[in-house]
């Protein structure tokens, strides 16, 4: 996350015009802070909303499985389960697709969700939450 905050820092630097939502804005040097900070709550956000399509998903699988499961059977319900959401679907397919293969694994093995979902980086754990408040 800071990689990328910086990358942007740069680019801001080195052109002192800035990107957002397809518009272009003039930043002057000094809001540079801002706009970190402002990119940073969009990431937490976006990541906020990563760990609850991930949460909501395996939690629809893991309650249609059993002990008795396949790992097909695990796979056909990961990648039929976005089809059920409604709005971030396509976070949702990308999310399963990237991870599909630790996913069934960790199903299969009977993992709980959120340490799934924080293994794969889709949360953060426990003990960053507490930190962040």
Not at 50 to 61: E, F, G, H, P, Q
Not at 99 to 124: F, M, Q, S
């Amino acid at each position: 996350m800071k990689t990328s905050l910086v990358f942007l820092a740069l680019r801001l630097l080195a052109c002192s015009v800035w990107e957002m939502h397809g518009q272009c804005q003039q930043v002057d040097l000094d809001d540079q802070e801002v706009v970190e900070a402002q990119l940073e709550k969009r990431m937490e956000q976006q990541l906020q909303g990563t760990c609850w399509v991930c949460k909501w998903a395996l939690n629809k699988v893991k309650k249609s499985i059993s002990t008795s499961s396949s790992q097909e059977e695990i796979k056909q319900k990961l990648l039929s389960v976005c089809n059920k959401l409604s709005v971030p679907k396509s976070m949702c397919k990308g999310l399963v697709k990237k991870h599909l293969r630790v996913l069934i694994e960790e199903l299969n093995a009977g993992h709980d969700v959120r340490t799934i979902c924080v293994n794969i980086k889709a949360c953060k754990p426990k003990e960053v939450l507490d930190l962040s408040y």
